[in-house]
């Protein structure tokens, strides 16, 4: 009867969390199955070493996850773009994933020049950038700092100033059974394990107060940038809007019904509105 209960509970679930479980699970099977070029690596920077995966070959494109997360949270858009046939590379920002910290300060400078090294690192001179969050403010100063090293940007739920981020509730309001599982549910999808603790507290105190960007900061970013924001976001969305049209090259597009999460609640539209801007 266990049994049972335990098979119903866990179909359940997965009808619940569908697309999101079939799209993993897909991922997956791709990731086991794929007979595409692989090239892992690690490089030395800043005392840290850092991660970095690419996949398939082609016209390059480099997918930066969000704070407090890795570069497994591109499940729903890996498979997908390689099969476009691009070269995806994938980086596990430092202190994240299989990164480590090292002895720089945790600010988006830092992972930007971690970034520029992955490259360099893999003779890539030019790429696309799709940045989700903190990815999406790693890609926007990229294009500000760099400019010669990105053809296109797609920053996805990214802010340019602290003040575009809607607060949340007061978490210790929550019962304490659901921290607990909120608590391991971040540290797992961090991939920082016993580092995520002090990882989270560094990155929430970054988020107080970065980036900071102004408007002539995104007036000096040349690259045609399309900026992705769901409509229940916690990026304020006159904030997102802001950003599009202070860009040189922004446009702005509003996922109906997604939140924070849409690369992986909202796969197929955010897919598309790649798809459409990266000309795939």
């Keep these: ?17 569908r697309p999101m479980s079939t799209n993993f699970l897909n991922y997956l099977f791709w990731k086991y199955t794929t007979r595409v070029v692989v ?20 016209e390059p494109v480099l997918l930066l996850h969000g704070g407090l997360s890795n570069k497994l949270s591109w499940f729903s858009q890996l498979p997908w773009l ?14 994240h994933g299989e990164s480590t910290t090292g002895h720089a300060a945790l600010n988006y400078q830092t992972f930007a020049d971690d970034t520029l090294k992955v490259l360099d690192k893999l003779k890539i001179q030019r790429t696309d950038i799709i940045g989700w969050s ?40 929550q019962p304490n059974a659901k921290l607990k599982l909120l608590a391991w549910l971040r540290a797992w999808w961090s991939g920082a394990g016993d580092r995520h ?8 105190h970054l988020w107080r107060v970065a980036p900071q960007l102004d408007h002539a900061d995104l007036q000096a970013i040349t690259a045609p940038t399309l900026v992705i924001a769901g409509e229940n976001d916690i990026i304020d969305l006159p904030h997102s809007g802001e950003l599009a049209q202070s860009l040189k090259q922004g446009q702005l597009e509003i996922v109906l019904g997604a939140g924070h999460a849409a690369p992986v609640t909202h796969a197929e539209q955010i897919n598309h509105l790649i798809a459409s801007f990266l000309h795939l």
Excluded: C
């Design 1 to 17: 009867m266990f049994g049972l209960l335990t098979l119903a509970l866990g179909f359940s679930l997965w009808l619940w969390l």
């Design 39 to 58: 090239q892992t690596g690690t490089l030395k920077n800043h005392g840290a070493n850092i991660k970095y995966v690419a996949y398939g070959s082609g």
């Design 82 to 95: 390689v099969e476009k046939g691009r070269r995806v590379i994938l980086i596990d920002t430092r202190g």
């Design 134 to 173: 903190d990815g999406g403010i790693i890609a926007l100063i990229l294009g500000l700092e760099a400019p010669q090293r990105v053809a296109k940007i797609v920053a996805i739920s990214a802010n340019f100033h602290p003040s575009g981020v809607i607060t949340a509730g007061d978490v210790a309001q």
């Design 197 to 204: 603790e002090s990882l989270e507290a560094q990155i929430k």
